[in-house]
């Protein structure tokens, strides 16, 4: 365990049992959530990569306009 993770859950066991509760909650539900969106992005990635290589196509041919950040 990093130094400043061992200071933060020195700092959190400071909390009441209720605070600390909400708080482990809390990380539990950050690391999971992250994981969730890697394992997303890692199976999206050839879809992503396709899409970007038609924009680029369409870019090439000329089908694109430039953003008018005045018209949003």
């Known amino acids: 365990m990093t130094r400043l ?4 859950f020195g ?20 690391l999971h959530s992250e994981i969730k969106w890697q394992k997303a992005f890692a199976e999206s990635e050839d879809a992503l990569e396709k899409l970007a290589d038609e924009a680029l196509d369409e870019r090439r041919l000329g ?10």
């Open 5 to 8: 993770l061992e200071k933060a």
């Open 11 to 30: 700092e959190a066991s400071m909390l009441t049992d209720v605070e600390q509760n909400v708080f482990a909650k809390w990380i539990l539900d950050e």
């Open 63 to 72: 089908k694109t306009t430039p953003l008018d950040a005045n018209r949003l």
